[in-house]
C-alpha cells in the first residue's frame, strides 16, 4: 500500500511540477549509477579454471598457452550480479593482466596464428548492444552518466587491444584480415557509450587505426560523417561527438594540399550545421578546433566558414552567442588581411549586435576583442569601415547600458578606436549627435501631432454631444406643444 501511495504521488507530481519530475528521476538515478550492456545471452557460465602462468612455461609452450588463454577470456560474466562468479570473474581478471604485461614486455609473441585469437578475444569483450538510459531525458551537463558495471573487464581488453596495435611486433598487412570495415563499424557505435572511460579508450584505438590502416581512412572519415548527419538531422544526441571531433582535429592536421573538395565539403555541410546543435558546449572546443585547422591549412574557406557561423548565429541563447564570439576571436587570430576584408562588414555588424546585448556576458566577450594585438591592427588597417559600423552603438550604451563594467569597456574602446582615427571620429560624434537632434525633433513633432489629434479628438466628441444635447432639446419642445 505504501508503495501504491509513494507510485501515486510520484505520478501525480510529474503531471503537475517538472522541478518534481526531475527531482524524482534524479533519485532513482542515484539508486542505480551502474548499468550492464546487453551481452548475447550465454546460458549457464563455465566456470574458469586457473591455466599455467606464461612465464613459467617453456617457450615451446608459451604460444599455444597464449591462445588458450585468450580463448577462456572470451567468456563473458554478469557483473550486475556482485555475487555470482566471484572465483571465475577474478581468474579472468588476473588472466586479462598477464596478457597485457605479456605482449608489453615480450618480443616475437605476437606470431600470424594469433592474430585470429586476439581479435575474437577483444571482439567478444567489447561489442554489444549498448542498454538504452536509464533516463531518457540524460543531459550531459548535469546528470551522472550511467557506468559500465563490467568494466574491471573491459577496461583491461582495451589496454590489451592498444598495447597489440602498439607492439613492434604488429603487422597491419596480416590484420587487416581481422580489422576490417564491419569492425570499425561496430567499433564506431561504441562512442555513444554514456562512460566517458570507455570513450576515452575509443578515441586512442580508433586514432591507432587509422594510422596504421591506410585502407580504412576512407572509410572511417565517412562513417564519421555519417554518424554527425544522423547527429545534426536526426536524433540530436550522440554521447561520443567531443570524441570524434578530437579524432578529426589530429586527421585535418595530416590532410595533403591542397585540400580534397569532400574534405571542404565536410567542413561546410557538416561541422558548421554541428553548431546548431542543442548540446554544443559538450563538444564546442574540438569543433572549434576542427574549423581552425581546416583554415589554417586553406585560408580562402575564411569567408565561407564565417558566413555560415553568422547564418547561425544564435538568437536566444547568451551562453552560445559568447561562445560563437570565442570562436571567431579564434578564427581571426589566423585570418589573412586579404580574406578579413572580405568579411569585415556583415562580421562586425553581428559584432555590434551583440556590443549592444543586454547580456553582458556577450556585450563583455565582443568587447574582448579589443585587447587582442593582431585583431586591433586589422581593426586600424580597415578603420574606415569598421568605425562607422560600431560607433552608434558604443556611443549609445556609453550612455545607457545598465552594467558600469561593461560601460567601462566600452569607454576603453572608444578611446581606442578615436586614437587610430581621431578626424573620422570626431566627424561620427558630430553626425551621432546631429542625427539624435534630428530624432529628437521628430519625436517632439510626433508628440504635438498627437497632442492636436486628441485636441480634435475631444473638440469632435464636445461638438458631437452638444449636436446630440440640442437634438433632445428640440424633440423636448415639440412634445410639449
Given at each position: 500500500?505504501?508503495?501504491?501511495?509513494?507510485?501515486?504521488?510520484?505520478?501525480?507530481?510529474?503531471?503537475?511540477?517538472?522541478?518534481?519530475?526531475?527531482?524524482?528521476?534524479?533519485?532513482?538515478?542515484?539508486?542505480?549509477?551502474?548499468?550492464?550492456?546487453?551481452?548475447?545471452?550465454?546460458?549457464?557460465?563455465?566456470?574458469?579454471?586457473?591455466?599455467?602462468?606464461?612465464?613459467?612455461?617453456?617457450?615451446?609452450?608459451?604460444?599455444?598457452?597464449?591462445?588458450?588463454?585468450?580463448?577462456?577470456?572470451?567468456?563473458?560474466?554478469?557483473?550486475?550480479?556482485?555475487?555470482?562468479?566471484?572465483?571465475?570473474?577474478?581468474?579472468?581478471?588476473?588472466?586479462?593482466?598477464?596478457?597485457?604485461?605479456?605482449?608489453?614486455?615480450?618480443?616475437?609473441?605476437?606470431?600470424?596464428?594469433?592474430?585470429?585469437?586476439?581479435?575474437?578475444?577483444?571482439?567478444?569483450?567489447?561489442?554489444?548492444?549498448?542498454?538504452?538510459?536509464?533516463?531518457?531525458?540524460?543531459?550531459?551537463?548535469?546528470?551522472?552518466?550511467?557506468?559500465?558495471?563490467?568494466?574491471?573487464h573491459i577496461q583491461l581488453v582495451y589496454e590489451f587491444f592498444l598495447r597489440f596495435l602498439e607492439s613492434p611486433d604488429f603487422q597491419p598487412?596480416?590484420?587487416?584480415?581481422?580489422?576490417?570495415?564491419?569492425?570499425?563499424?561496430?567499433?564506431?557505435?561504441?562512442?555513444?557509450?554514456?562512460?566517458?572511460?570507455?570513450?576515452?579508450?575509443?578515441?586512442?584505438?580508433?586514432?591507432?587505426?587509422?594510422?596504421?590502416?591506410?585502407?580504412?581512412?576512407?572509410?572511417?572519415?565517412?562513417?564519421?560523417?555519417?554518424?554527425?548527419?544522423?547527429?545534426?538531422?536526426?536524433?540530436?544526441?550522440?554521447?561520443?561527438?567531443?570524441?570524434?571531433?578530437?579524432?578529426?582535429?589530429?586527421?585535418?592536421?595530416?590532410?595533403?594540399?591542397?585540400?580534397?573538395?569532400?574534405?571542404?565539403?565536410?567542413?561546410?555541410?557538416?561541422?558548421?550545421?554541428?553548431?546548431?546543435?542543442?548540446?554544443?558546449?559538450?563538444?564546442?572546443?574540438?569543433?572549434?578546433?576542427?574549423?581552425?585547422?581546416?583554415?589554417?591549412?586553406?585560408?580562402?574557406?575564411?569567408?565561407?566558414?564565417?558566413?555560415?557561423?553568422?547564418?547561425?548565429?544564435?538568437?536566444?541563447?547568451?551562453?552560445?552567442?559568447?561562445?560563437?564570439?570565442?570562436?571567431?576571436?579564434?578564427?581571426?587570430?589566423?585570418?589573412?588581411?586579404?580574406?578579413?576584408?572580405?568579411?569585415?562588414?556583415?562580421?562586425?555588424?553581428?559584432?555590434?549586435?551583440?556590443?549592444?546585448?543586454?547580456?553582458?556576458?556577450?556585450?563583455?566577450?565582443?568587447?574582448?576583442?579589443?585587447?587582442?594585438?593582431?585583431?586591433?591592427?586589422?581593426?586600424?588597417?580597415?578603420?574606415?569601415?569598421?568605425?562607422?559600423?560600431?560607433?552608434?552603438?558604443?556611443?549609445?550604451?556609453?550612455?545607457?547600458?545598465?552594467?558600469?563594467?561593461?560601460?567601462?569597456?566600452?569607454?576603453?574602446?572608444?578611446?581606442?578606436?578615436?586614437?587610430?582615427?581621431?578626424?573620422?571620429?570626431?566627424?561620427?560624434?558630430?553626425?551621432?549627435?546631429?542625427?539624435?537632434?534630428?530624432?529628437?525633433?521628430?519625436?517632439?513633432e510626433r508628440e504635438e501631432l498627437w497632442k492636436k489629434l486628441e485636441e480634435l479628438k475631444l473638440k469632435k466628441a464636445l461638438e458631437k454631444?452638444?449636436?446630440?444635447?440640442?437634438?433632445?432639446?428640440?424633440?423636448?419642445?415639440?412634445?410639449?406643444?
Amino acid at each position: 500500500p505504501a508503495g501504491a501511495a509513494n507510485a501515486a504521488a510520484i505520478s501525480a507530481s510529474e503531471k503537475v511540477d517538472g522541478f518534481t519530475r526531475k527531482s524524482v528521476r534524479k533519485a532513482q538515478r542515484q539508486k542505480r549509477s551502474q548499468g550492464s550492456s546487453q551481452f548475447r545471452s550465454q546460458g549457464s557460465q563455465a566456470e574458469l579454471h586457473p591455466l599455467p602462468q606464461l612465464k613459467d612455461a617453456t617457450s615451446n609452450e608459451q604460444q599455444e598457452l597464449f591462445c588458450q588463454k585468450l580463448q577462456q577470456c572470451c567468456i563473458l560474466f554478469d557483473f550486475m550480479d556482485s555475487v555470482s562468479d566471484l572465483k571465475s570473474k577474478e581468474i579472468k581478471r588476473a588472466t586479462l593482466n598477464e596478457l597485457v604485461e605479456y605482449v608489453s614486455t615480450n618480443r616475437g609473441v605476437i606470431v600470424e596464428s594469433a592474430y585470429s585469437d586476439i581479435v575474437k578475444m577483444i571482439s567478444a569483450n567489447i561489442f554489444r548492444t549498448l542498454p538504452p538510459s536509464d533516463n531518457p531525458d540524460f543531459d550531459p551537463e548535469e546528470d551522472e552518466p550511467t557506468l559500465e558495471a563490467s568494466w574491471p573487464h573491459i577496461q583491461l581488453v582495451y589496454e590489451f587491444f592498444l598495447r597489440f596495435l602498439e607492439s613492434p611486433d604488429f603487422q597491419p598487412s596480416i590484420a587487416k584480415r581481422y580489422i576490417d570495415q564491419k569492425f570499425v563499424q561496430q567499433l564506431l557505435e561504441l562512442f555513444d557509450s554514456e562512460d566517458p572511460r570507455e570513450r576515452d579508450f575509443l578515441k586512442t584505438v580508433l586514432h591507432r587505426i587509422y594510422g596504421k590502416f591506410l585502407g580504412l581512412r576512407a572509410f572511417i572519415r565517412k562513417q564519421i560523417n555519417n554518424i554527425f548527419l544522423r547527429f545534426i538531422y536526426e536524433t540530436e544526441h550522440f554521447n561520443g561527438v567531443a570524441e570524434l571531433l578530437e579524432i578529426l582535429g589530429s586527421i585535418i592536421n595530416g590532410f595533403a594540399l591542397p585540400l580534397k573538395a569532400e574534405h571542404k565539403q565536410f567542413l561546410m555541410k557538416v561541422l558548421i550545421p554541428m553548431h546548431t546543435a542543442k548540446g554544443l558546449a559538450l563538444f564546442h572546443a574540438q569543433l572549434a578546433y576542427c574549423v581552425v585547422q581546416f583554415l589554417e591549412k586553406d585560408t580562402t574557406l575564411t569567408e565561407p566558414v564565417i558566413r555560415g557561423l553568422l547564418k547561425f548565429w544564435p538568437k536566444t541563447c547568451s551562453q552560445k552567442e559568447v561562445m560563437f564570439l570565442g570562436e571567431i576571436e579564434e578564427i581571426l587570430d589566423v585570418i589573412e588581411p586579404t580574406q578579413f576584408k572580405k568579411i569585415e562588414e556583415p562580421l562586425f555588424k553581428q559584432i555590434s549586435k551583440c556590443v549592444s546585448s543586454s547580456h553582458f556576458q556577450v556585450a563583455e566577450r565582443a568587447l574582448y576583442f579589443w585587447n587582442n594585438e593582431y585583431i586591433l591592427s586589422l581593426i586600424e588597417e580597415n578603420i574606415d569601415k569598421i568605425l562607422p559600423i560600431m560607433f552608434g552603438s558604443l556611443y549609445k550604451i556609453s550612455k545607457e547600458h545598465w552594467n558600469p563594467t561593461i560601460v567601462a569597456l566600452v569607454y576603453n574602446v572608444l578611446k581606442t578606436l578615436m586614437e587610430m582615427n581621431g578626424k573620422l571620429f570626431d566627424d561620427l560624434t558630430s553626425s551621432y549627435k546631429a542625427e539624435r537632434q534630428r530624432e529628437k525633433k521628430k519625436e517632439l513633432e510626433r508628440e504635438e501631432l498627437w497632442k492636436k489629434l486628441e485636441e480634435l479628438k475631444l473638440k469632435k466628441a464636445l461638438e458631437k454631444q452638444n449636436s446630440a444635447y440640442n437634438m433632445h432639446s428640440i424633440l423636448s419642445n415639440t412634445s410639449d406643444e
